[in-house]
């Protein structure tokens, strides 16, 4: 099965009409409609129902659309690594996380980088979909808060702290951590909960047989932070601090929470090596900024993930 009526199949079913997807791809339409047809003819089935006001997918055309779809991105991804493998370089390598991650950790080190650095994308994704990202197809490598899925390789690349952001003039900004059993008698600012901080956040609150009330929630870390610097509650988030805002961490029974930062890459990838040495650089990166609240020595590396 060729490529190119792949390609043509999902111009179709993405344009609505022949007339629509042969001006995108610059071919005739009846050379285009015979395609198509012939593309039906391969598979045994047809991809679209026709009528005077276009076409529309059939139900196997809705069902064999996703496995098209997923063919290309893996040829393109092909095309990607043999012109990078020719350049004799490893270059322009795509990376998937979480909005925060990449704001907080991802875009820091390729600024720091330089013109060597072999991250040149990113994906942002929630936390529970950064993996299927990456078995996908649609990242190299992902920078994840949740347990690697045990076939891939990872790599321990910190903690970050689970904070409670409040501006200077209140009464917690000067202290050196709080416990949680205190936080959680402030009117709390939090994210939704498929936010990582507050999945963790809530986690810990039903373990220790907690309750708080939810002051304001949002999806926006960026009002979240404001909200907190507006004087309106305490802000449960693990990005950085930003309208002068000061961070407090949050006491637990022997440590105080945080989120876990693991760097995954499939070790058949054709670059896997140069993942593992970025991955160990972005550790050691994480290590001169954020020293506090980061793993001494060298990056925790496994082969399997954690239990």
Same mark, same amino acid.
């Given at each position: 099965m060729e490529l190119r $009526?792949? !390609?043509?199949? %999902? #111009?179709?079913? #993405?344009?609505?009409? $022949?007339?629509a997807a042969a001006q995108r791809l610059h071919v005739a339409q009846p050379? @285009?409609? !015979? +395609?198509? !047809? &012939?593309?039906?003819? +391969?598979?045994?089935? !047809?991809?679209?129902?026709?009528?005077?006001? &276009? $076409?529309?997918? %059939? +139900?196997? &055309? @809705?069902a064999f659309l996703p496995v098209a779809q997923d063919l290309l991105i893996r040829a393109d991804r092909a095309g990607s690594a043999a012109q990078s493998i020719a350049r004799g370089a490893v270059t322009d390598l795509t990376a998937v996380a979480a909005s925060t991650t990449i704001a907080d950790v991802v875009a820091p080190f390729v600024a720091a980088s330089g013109p060597g650095g072999i991250i040149g994308n990113a994906v942002e994704a929630l936390p529970e979909h950064v993996y299927s990202h990456l078995e996908r197809g649609k990242a190299d490598f992902a920078i994840g808060t949740l347990a690697p899925p045990k076939e891939y390789e990872w790599m321990v690349l910190g903690r970050a702290y689970v904070w409670a952001m409040v501006p200077p003039a209140h009464p917690l900004a000067g202290r050196q951590s709080v416990p949680l059993a205190e936080v959680v008698t402030e009117p709390l600012i939090v994210m939704d909960h498929t936010h990582r901080a507050r999945q963790i956040f809530d986690v810990a609150v039903a373990e220790a047989g907690l309750s708080? %009330?939810? &002051? #304001?929630e949002t999806s926006v870390t960026a009002l979240a932070r404001a909200l907190a610097a507006a004087g309106r509650g305490v802000a449960i988030l693990s990005d950085d601090?930003?309208?002068?805002?000061?961070?407090?961490?949050?006491?637990m029974t022997d440590h105080d929470l945080d989120i876990t930062l693991y760097g995954v890459w499939d070790p058949a990838h054709y670059a896997a090596d140069a993942i593992g040495h970025a991955l160990a650089e972005l550790s050691r990166f994480n290590q001169q900024h954020y020293p506090e609240i980061n793993l001494p020595g060298s990056p925790d590396r496994r082969g399997l993930a954690p239990a």
């Open positions: $009526l792949l !390609r043509y199949f %999902t #111009a179709v079913s #993405a344009s609505g009409s $022949l007339h050379s @285009l409609s !015979r +395609q198509i !047809r &012939g593309l039906e003819a +391969q598979l045994g089935f !047809r991809l679209f129902d026709r009528s005077p006001r &276009g $076409l529309t997918l %059939t +139900q196997a &055309g @809705l708080y %009330t939810v &002051g #304001a601090p930003i309208f002068g805002l000061r961070t407090v961490p949050i006491e």
